[in-house]
């Protein structure tokens, strides 16, 4: 009971972190213009996202123009593109395979070793997704803290960490540590089992023996 509850609970995290990613990956608040030196009165912000760039007026309008050509992009970008796509599409099957696995679910019902191993798969993509999603976010906060940082850049180009960078990195880590220690939660006591169950056997083959 304690393992189908922790499962249960690990599964809702798992579908938050999905979520998460799936925002950070789609929204352009991965930069956000830095108001600092002289720029730090400006009516204008500019937001950069992997899919567009936004700018917000003082006067509420709120314009978004996505990248018109994907080849000219620069490789850093392309590159976080499709891993946060990947992880998008490995937490919709981690979701999919712990929904299988978990022991509240009629899916699989009568095949327990199955059933468990469908449940440490799941969390298997679980923590592969948080990784995933975890490089393209480290690597754009570093080069955000870089450029911030630098002098030979002007205060008007400098840009700030922006929410979704924040939401990716809390995603990531909830796949990674949580998800995944509490779907194959269930899979120690299966191995266990296993173990007794194959000590036993030995026992009595060692008394017919005799």
Aim: charged residues 10%; contains cysteine; neutral net charge.
């Amino acid at each position: 009971m304690a393992s189908a509850a922790v499962e249960l609970m690990g599964f809702f995290l798992g579908l938050l972190g999905m979520l998460g990613t799936l925002v950070a990956t789609v929204l352009p608040y991965w930069q956000i213009s830095a108001h600092i030196g002289s720029n730090i009165v400006t009516v204008v912000a500019n937001m950069r996202g992997l899919w567009m760039e936004c700018v917000y007026q003082s006067t509420g309008a709120f314009q978004c123009e996505t990248y018109n050509s994907m080849l000219a992009l620069p490789s850093d970008l392309q590159a976080s593109r499709a891993l946060m796509v990947i992880s998008v599409v490995l937490s919709v099957l981690a979701v999919t395979m712990s929904t299988l696995g978990m022991q509240c679910t009629l899916c699989l019902e009568g095949s327990g070793a199955v059933k468990s191993r469908v449940a440490g798969t799941g969390g298997g993509l679980f923590l592969a997704a948080g990784l995933f999603s975890l490089v393209p976010v480290a690597w754009t906060t570093h080069e955000v803290v870089q450029t911030f940082y630098s002098p030979n850049i002007p205060a008007g180009m400098k840009y700030e960490i922006g929410e979704c960078l924040y939401l990716g990195l809390a995603s990531a880590l909830i796949s990674m540590l949580v998800i995944n220690r509490s779907l194959q939660f269930r899979v120690q006591p299966l191995e266990a089992l296993k173990s007794q169950t194959g000590t036993t056997s030995m026992k009595s083959c060692v008394r017919r023996s005799v």
